[in-house]
């Protein structure tokens, strides 16, 4: 391969620059595009740009977005480099333009968009990075390139403390997307120099069997995760606002909920070592659903704090060693299999807060309803964790 990154010449520095590039992708595509409106949204508030129902329906728009998005990655016909391309542009142009317009429908449009594009940008990065590492034998730097999504988090949670009190929220959204196009550079060059990782030696083994039907099994469980997941995301935090009245709190827990994230891929790859990834899976899953069990039977601060490190501890490892696992089981159609993993989580994690009104419907009230809602959260985790831990017996 006639590039400086060639990884017959230097395996070492390619895979380097291969970590790099996919991390700073995944902070781009996920910490800014898709959770960048969580530190943003009080700010929002603050300016009087929209209010709480405005910000759910912006919300829901994202979800429906990534779904979406999902569905069209399992379905384009394209390179994996090609679609992370495009993924990047097109999340540094929507972020910038909704802080070039006041209008809700469009705000609306483009979150949905900003979704359609992460998710864009999580499966091509997936499975153009993961296949690179493969490729060079270093499949134990995936922590690396999956900590990309908490650093992301981390440094727009950051942007927002530092430059929040000082400018309003429009321009931090444009300066958001001015740090993601400088960000966006190297996956972007690199991403172009290295499209395709080299086909693997023909070997006279038969070639693993890559029928949906072989990860139908993965996508439930990943399913279940996205339900599992989305509810503490989104409710935690008013729980804690319920409990202490700190800004300062507030402004630090989603750089601290982004840094958990990114230390935990990185743990685990390390013990990754010495334990296969079904059995990383499932202990990930047990973890988060007792961080998602714990506020429903146990309200206070510390129960609260518990919780977010447990999901925030685990949500991104859950992410890598699920897309490790189904890209390992559907060789010769990643792109496709992983689509539909994104979209199975997608699809869990709206469906989260509807169920969740669903019950409200059929309770006395909104915090009785939140806890009948966690603990089903909890039992669909679990059940997932039963069914890979006996996926894991029989492999």
Known sequence: MDTIFSASVRPGRTAAAVCAAAMISLAVAMGIGRFAFTPLFPLMVRDGLIDSHAGAMLAAANYLGYLAGALAAARIRTKPALLLALGLAGTVLITAAVGWTASGFWWAVLRFLAGVMSAWTLVATSAWGLGWLAALGRPDLAGVQFSGVGIGIAAAGLFCLLLGSSLPSPQLWIGLAALGALASVLPLMLSRSLPAPPAAPASSAPAPVAAPSKTAGLVACYTLFGFGYILPATYLPALARQLVDDPQVFGLAWPV???????????????????????????????????????????????????????????????????????????????????????????????????????????????????????????????????????????
């Open 257 to 395: 909920f982004g840094a958990a994230a990114a230390v935990s891929t990185v743990l685990v790859s390390w013990r990754l070592a010495r334990a296969d990834r079904l059995s990383v899976w499932v202990a990930a899953h047990l973890l988060m659903a007792l961080g998602v069990l714990l506020p429903a039977v146990w309200t206070s601060l510390a129960s609260v704090t518990l919780a977010a490190l447990l999901v925030g501890g685990t949500f991104m490892v859950i992410t890598m060693v699920g897309m490790q696992e189904a890209r390992a089981r559907a060789e010769g159609q990643a792109t496709r299999v992983l689509g539909r993993m994104t979209a199975g989580f997608a699809l869990g994690q709206l469906a989260g807060p509807l169920v969740s009104a669903g019950i409200a419907r059929l309770t006395a009230s909104e915090a009785g309803a939140l806890k009948l809602a966690l603990a089903l959260s909890a039992l669909g985790l679990l059940a997932s964790s039963f069914y890979l831990w006996r996926l894991r017996r029989h492999d």
